[in-house]
C-alpha cells in the first residue's frame, strides 16, 4: 500500500498538484506561527494553524465524530468499497451516517485504500484517519494536509478524541453537549430495560458473514459487548476459549449448546454491497439469518425456541464505536427486548 501511495505521490509532485503534496507542514503563508499549535493525536503529533474548515475523513468512526460536532466533511472514505463513484446523494448511499449529511461528498477511495489523488484534488486542509488502518501511510497523507489518526476505542474513548476533535475544530461546547447527551440516553435505557435483564440476563453476541464458514463470538471487553455489560447484561463466553482482538474470537457451533444463553445478538455482515439496495440491513443480515433457521444445532438453542435470537448488521457495532452508533444500538436493542418483556407468553 505504502509503494502505491509513494508512486502516485511523487507523479503528483510532477504536475500540478506539487505543492499540496511536497509542502510537508502544508501551512498557508498567511498564518504566523502564533496562529499554529501542535496537536497530540493517537498517530503522532501534528502541527495544525488556523481551524480547519475542509476536512477529509477516512472511515465510518471519523465521519461519526465529525458529525457528531456537526461538521461536514468534503472527502469521505467508507469501511467498505460502497458501489458509487461519488456520494452525490449521501442520504442514501453511506450506511446510517448519510442522513445527517446535507450535501454531496467526495468519495475518497475505502478505509484501509484510501486515494492519495482524490483526497489532493480537494485541497483539504484537514485529513482525519484510523492509527489501525492509516499509520503506516501518515506521513504520505501528511504531505496532502495536517493529519489527526485516532484508535479504535471500544472503552468509550471516542469521548477523548470527540474532545481533541472539537479543539481543533473550535467545537469544545458541543463536544461536551454530545458526551452528556450520551451518557443521560444510556442511563435512561438502562432503566427501559430493566425488566429485561432480570427476564433474560444472560445473552450471546455472536458475529458472521457465512455461518458455515467462520462464527466470531465476542465479550464485555468488544465495543457491543461493553455496552450490553454497562446496560446490566451478562455477556456469555467459554471459559475454553480465549477472546482475541477487542474481545472477539471464532467458536465452533458445536459449543453453542453449552452456553445457556437467554437471548442472542446477532451480529452479520455482507461485504458485497453491489446489490445492497435500499434495504441495507436487511441486505446484511439476510444471508446469515437463513443459515441460521436452517441449522439444526442453531435451531435447537432455547434462544431459538422461545424466538429471541436477534439479528442486526455488523456494521452499528462495530463500525460506528462512538455517540451516533452508541443512539441506534439502543434503539435496535429496545426495539428487540421490550415486545419480548411486555409479551405475556415470554
Known amino acids: 500500500m505504502s509503494i502505491v501511495f509513494q508512486s502516485l505521490c511523487l507523479a503528483l509532485l510532477i504536475g500540478a498538484l506539487t505543492v499540496a503534496c511536497g509542502k510537508a507542514d502544508n501551512r498557508p503563508e498567511a498564518f504566523t506561527p502564533s496562529d499554529c499549535e501542535r496537536i497530540k493525536h493517537d498517530g503522532g503529533e501534528t502541527e495544525i494553524c488556523g481551524q480547519p474548515q475542509t476536512i477529509v475523513a477516512i472511515g465510518p468512526s471519523v465521519l461519526e465524530l465529525l ?3 456537526d461538521i461536514q466533511p468534503v472527502g469521505y472514505a467508507d469501511y467498505y468499497a460502497l458501489p458509487f463513484t461519488d456520494f452525490d446523494q449521501p442520504q442514501s448511499q453511506i450506511p446510517y451516517l448519510g442522513e445527517r449529511l446535507k450535501g454531496q461528498v467526495k468519495k475518497v477511495g475505502t478505509w484501509n485504500s ?3 489523488e482524490a483526497i489532493l484534488k480537494l485541497k483539504p486542509d484537514l485529513i482525519v484517519g484510523s492509527t489501525l488502518a492509516h499509520q503506516g501511510q501518515y506521513s504520505l497523507l501528511s504531505q496532502a494536509a495536517p493529519t489527526l489518526l485516532f484508535s479504535y476505542g471500544v472503552k468509550e474513548e471516542w469521548k477523548a478524541q470527540l474532545r481533541r476533535l472539537a479543539e481543533v475544530l473550535g467545537r ?4 461536551e453537549q454530545v458526551i452528556v447527551t450520551h451518557n443521560q440516553l444510556v442511563a435512561e435505557t438502562r ?5 429485561a435483564v432480570q427476564k433474560y440476563p444472560q445473552v450471546l ?7 458455515d464458514q467462520e462464527l466470531a463470538i465476542e465479550n464485555s471487553d468488544s465495543r457491543c459487548g461493553g455496552l450490553l455489560e454497562n446496560l446490566g447484561f451478562r455477556v456469555l463466553t467459554p471459559k475454553n476459549i480465549d477472546t482475541g482482538t477487542r ?15 437467554d437471548w442472542i445478538f446477532f451480529l452479520a455482515w455482507n461485504s458485497d454491497f453491489s446489490d445492497a439496495g435500499s434495504d ?9 439469518k437463513q443459515q441460521w433457521q436452517k441449522n439444526a444445532i ?17 456494521y452499528v457495532c462495530r463500525a460506528l464505536p462512538g455517540p451516533i452508533g452508541t443512539e441506534l444500538l439502543l434503539k435496535q436493542l429496545q426495539a428487540d427486548l421490550l415486545p419480548a418483556v411486555n409479551s405475556p407468553t415470554q
Open 280 to 288: 441495507l440491513e436487511g441486505q446484511q443480515i439476510s444471508a446469515v
Open 191 to 195: 432503566k427501559q430495560l430493566q425488566l
Open 247 to 261: 474481545g472477539v474470537n471464532n467458536i465452533s457451533l458445536e459449543l453453542l449448546p453449552e452456553l445457556k444463553s
Open 67 to 69: 458529525l457528531a460536532l
Open 205 to 211: 453476541l455472536l458475529a458472521s458473514e457465512q455461518l
Open 114 to 116: 484510501p486515494s492519495l
Open 298 to 314: 442453531a435451531q435447537s438453542l432455547p434462544a431459538s425456541k422461545s424466538n429471541q435470537v436477534y439479528f442486526h448488521s455488523a
Open 172 to 175: 469544545t461546547e458541543k463536544a
